[in-house]
């Protein structure tokens, strides 16, 4: 009985220093990078789960055990907020991105985004690789572009509506579809696929991407978590990785 009495507090002061946070996928290269600059610094263990920020929040919201969300577009962290999911006074917009067009690496396709630019006859009978532009934050950015500038009934027939904006570029990356339309930030961790261009900012809804304490939390890291993902060090970080980080 001394045994439990003593092990107990300290179970529960090892699970207060531990941060679970629920991430965009997109983020993942310079998320990964971060928390492990905060666990080096003391800052207690970090467990990132990545995925669609639609499924994320639908996992939240069916009890899934986190401390932090970050979302992709600012539609989902509204969801869980209306639900009081998430800590309203924690929510910070914490980056924004840029929505590009890629090809293979070794493609010799070129095309200059603009108002009724060919996509769908560069496509021909192939395919375009998106993100579901039902509800993934990725695909719902790119259908507004597209719409936008005119050519989205010619191209939605030919679209792979992916399950996440990664799946999206791994499509592209092995040469399955010759474009696809991800982040730049996708892009630049990808060295098989190559930017062909980037979507003008005016066409879509600004990439905003938000994060949030959750109500369930109860790590005393997870905050510190958060405070270190909108330091200026860390501020470095997301730029190497191609994130534009909001003021």
Do not use: C
């Not at 339309?181 to 003008?200: C, H, M, N, T, W």
């Amino acid at each position: 009985m001394l045994i439990y009495a003593l092990t107990v507090p300290v179970a529960i002061a090892q699970t207060r220093m531990q941060v679970t946070v629920y991430a965009a996928v997109s983020m993942k290269e310079g998320l990964d990078d971060l928390t492990r600059r905060f666990e080096k610094q003391g800052g207690g263990h970090v467990r990132v789960s990545y995925a669609a920020s639609s499924a994320l929040a639908r996992q939240i919201e069916s009890g899934a055990p986190a401390d932090v969300f970050i979302s992709a577009d600012l539609q989902w962290m509204d969801y869980l907020d209306q639900r009081k999911f998430i800590q309203s006074a924690s929510r910070v917009n914490l980056l924004s991105n840029r929505l590009v067009l890629i090809a293979p690496a070794d493609s010799k396709s070129t095309l200059f985004i603009a108002a009724k630019f060919p996509l769908a006859a560069e496509l021909g009978s192939n395919r375009l690789a998106m993100a579901d532009p039902g509800s993934v934050p990725a695909g719902k950015y790119a259908r507004a572009a597209l719409e936008a500038l005119g050519v989205w009934h010619q191209v939605a027939p030919k679209a792979v509506r992916a399950e996440n904006v990664r799946a999206a570029l791994a499509l592209v990356a092995r040469g399955e579809v010759p474009f696809g339309i991800v982040y730049s930030s996708d892009a630049l961790a990808e060295p098989k696929v190559r930017v062909i261009g980037q979507f003008p900012v005016n066409v879509h809804p600004p990439i905003v991407y938000p994060a949030a304490l959750l109500t369930s939390s109860r790590s005393k890291a997870a905050e510190a978590l958060l405070r270190f993902l909108r330091s200026v060090d860390a501020r470095l970080v997301w730029r190497k990785y191609g994130f534009v980080v909001e003021s």
